[in-house]
């Protein structure tokens, strides 16, 4: 596969040397390295990058910090993907139409450790909107901290769909949150064709954040997004790339192990938008002959990769359905996330019962660890399906999913929650259902 990391090196030079920059100043010590396009195929070998790092040494060691800046965010690049949703959206914004852009992940769209007005999707909104100023374009921002796209995918419809009818353009961001199980990959892709399969027809872009540690769900997740050939942005790749040839540190970064600090955040609106001005036409050098496939995928005409049963995802709550009988049980304001649910705080165990249509079943539960959170047992028609422990080491009042039973077709239920034996005098917090039919 051709090595385009001179092309970038040029390319860098070249903006910066016309003024075409409106990165913010950064630290001498803020740079990156090589960079492989990543399409189809994967990476370029360690080898192929510490040889092409060693030729083109000297002209890193001569860019200024601004030109390291722009390799930065060149690196994030990593599939361009069709157009023709983005390019949709943007003529709607350019004939001063209104349009809906949505950000669903965990707390680093949320914005958790910065203020609202600092936070990448924030920044990358505001940039679209003195980008296109006689448009009106609404702000969804979805991120809910520490949630996998599990349950991103239970709420997707409260919490992106509904707000403002269907977006015009979607961010995923789950890469740190997502675990590299089967469930979190058949979710993840569901999640992706929920909002592929609206009737609008919205644009969809993924993005790829890391840890401190290098964790990130980055690789299952772009198989994902090369499968619908969508745009797809990875901080993990730039800010690793930095990192390892010493023009960056995490902590010119971030202040803790995961969220981005305001300069962080910085950082990856402007990957955000290079990606946007790709996607309009208005960014040059960034499609050579292996970023040419503009092709939109056909999604209900393509088979999914990992699983895609769970995409008619539904929330269930106590706005929406009473119990058949509530035991030792009362409805209970949890979590702002999640404010009509159920808890118990001990007595007896009559448990909790419901009767409900559905074909796969979630429960979202209330996580802590505090020792008073039990583990309750889940039956449905009478038949017990999993145990649910709701303390966790790491838990810290967190709402958690846990897929209690997939099924054969949509049919009516009952589901029951009992304490298992030796947790009956303990808490335990039912939030919602997440549902297929």
């Given at each position: 596969?051709?090595?385009?990391?001179?092309?970038?090196?040029?390319?860098?030079?070249?903006?910066?040397?016309?003024?075409?920059?409106?990165?913010?100043?950064?630290?001498?010590?803020?740079?990156?390295?090589?960079?492989?396009?990543?399409?189809?195929?994967?990476?370029?070998?360690?080898?192929?990058?510490?040889?092409?790092?060693?030729?083109?040494?000297?002209?890193?060691?001569?860019?200024?910090?601004?030109?390291?800046r722009k390799m930065i965010v060149n690196n994030s690049l990593f599939?361009?993907?069709?157009?023709?949703?983005?390019?949709?959206?943007?003529?709607?914004?350019?004939?001063?139409?209104?349009?809906?852009?949505?950000?669903?992940?965990?707390?680093?769209?949320?914005?958790?450790?910065?203020?609202?007005?600092?936070?990448?999707?924030?920044?990358?909104?505001?940039?679209?909107?003195?980008?296109?100023?006689d448009a009106k374009i609404n702000y969804v921002n979805a991120g809910?901290?520490?949630?996998?796209?599990?349950?991103?995918?239970?709420?997707?419809?409260?919490?992106?769909?509904?707000?403002?009818?269907?977006?015009?353009?979607?961010?995923?961001?789950?890469?740190?949150?997502?675990?590299?199980?089967?469930?979190?990959?058949?979710?993840?892709?569901?999640?992706?064709?929920?909002?592929?399969?609206?009737?609008?027809?919205?644009?969809?872009?993924?993005?790829?954040?890391?840890?401190?540690?290098?964790?990130?769900?980055?690789?299952?997740?772009?198989?994902?997004?090369?499968?619908?050939?969508?745009?797809?942005?990875?901080?993990?790749?730039?800010?690793?790339?930095?990192?390892?040839?010493?023009?960056?540190?995490?902590?010119?970064?971030?202040?803790?192990?995961?969220?981005?600090?305001?300069?962080?955040?910085?950082?990856?609106?402007?990957?955000?938008?290079?990606?946007?001005?790709?996607?309009?036409?208005?960014?040059?050098?960034?499609?050579?002959?292996?970023?040419?496939?503009?092709?939109?995928?056909?999604?209900?005409?393509?088979?999914?990769?990992?699983?895609?049963?769970?995409?008619?995802?539904?929330?269930?709550?106590?706005?929406?359905?009473?119990?058949?009988?509530?035991?030792?049980?009362?409805?209970?304001?949890?979590?702002?996330?999640?404010?009509?649910?159920?808890?118990?705080?001990?007595?007896?165990?009559?448990?909790?019962?419901?009767?409900?249509?559905?074909?796969?079943?979630?429960?979202?539960?209330?996580?802590?660890?505090?020792?008073?959170?039990?583990?309750?047992?889940?039956?449905?028609?009478?038949?017990?399906?999993?145990?649910?422990?709701?303390?966790?080491?790491?838990?810290?009042?967190?709402?958690?999913?846990?897929?209690?039973?997939?099924?054969?077709?949509?049919?009516?239920?009952?589901?029951?929650?009992?304490?298992?034996?030796?947790?009956?005098?303990?808490?335990?917090?039912?939030?919602?259902?997440?549902?297929?039919?």
């Amino acid at each position: 596969m051709k090595h385009r990391y001179s092309a970038l090196i040029a390319a860098a030079l070249i903006m910066a040397g016309c003024g075409n920059s409106s990165a913010p100043a950064v630290s001498p010590e803020a740079g990156t390295s090589a960079v492989t396009v990543k399409t189809e195929a994967p990476a370029a070998s360690e080898a192929v990058v510490s040889q092409t790092t060693a030729e083109s040494g000297s002209k890193i060691e001569n860019m200024s910090p601004e030109q390291k800046r722009k390799m930065i965010v060149n690196n994030s690049l990593f599939h361009i993907g069709s157009t023709e949703r983005f390019r949709k959206a943007f003529d709607k914004a350019k004939n001063g139409e209104e349009i809906t852009v949505a950000y669903i992940g965990g707390s680093i769209t949320e914005g958790y450790t910065v203020q609202p007005d600092e936070c990448w999707a924030y920044l990358t909104h505001k940039w679209l909107c003195e980008k296109y100023p006689d448009a009106k374009i609404n702000y969804v921002n979805a991120g809910l901290s520490g949630t996998s796209s599990t349950l991103g995918l239970i709420r997707a419809e409260r919490d992106v769909i509904e707000p403002f009818g269907e977006p015009d353009m979607i961010f995923v961001e789950f890469a740190v949150n997502d675990a590299q199980s089967s469930v979190d990959k058949e979710a993840y892709e569901s999640l992706v064709r929920k909002f592929l399969l609206l009737d609008g027809e919205p644009a969809v872009a993924l993005v790829f954040m890391r840890t401190d540690t290098g964790y990130s769900c980055q690789s299952q997740q772009s198989e994902i997004g090369l499968h619908y050939n969508l745009p797809m942005i990875s901080l993990n790749d730039a800010l690793t790339l930095a990192i390892d040839d010493g023009f960056m540190t995490w902590e010119d970064y971030s202040n803790d192990g995961a969220h981005p600090n305001p300069e962080g955040c910085k950082l990856i609106a402007e990957m955000v938008e290079l990606m946007l001005d790709v996607q309009a036409g208005d960014a040059n050098g960034h499609r050579d002959e292996y970023w040419d496939n503009d092709t939109p995928v056909d999604v209900r005409n393509t088979e999914p990769l990992y699983g895609a049963e769970f995409t008619d995802m539904h929330l269930l709550d106590g706005s929406m359905i009473q119990p058949q009988s509530m035991g030792e049980y009362s409805e209970k304001n949890i979590l702002g996330s999640f404010p009509n649910g159920w808890a118990r705080k001990g007595g007896g165990n009559d448990g909790i019962k419901f009767d409900m249509m559905f074909d796969d079943l979630f429960l979202v539960y209330h996580c802590n660890k505090n020792k008073r959170f039990g583990a309750a047992d889940v039956y449905v028609d009478g038949e017990k399906q999993v145990t649910v422990n709701s303390y966790a080491a790491d838990g810290w009042s967190n709402p958690v999913p846990k897929l209690i039973m997939r099924g054969n077709g949509e049919m009516k239920h009952t589901v029951e929650i009992k304490m298992q034996d030796g947790h009956e005098d303990d808490y335990f917090g039912i939030l919602a259902f997440g549902y297929t039919d």
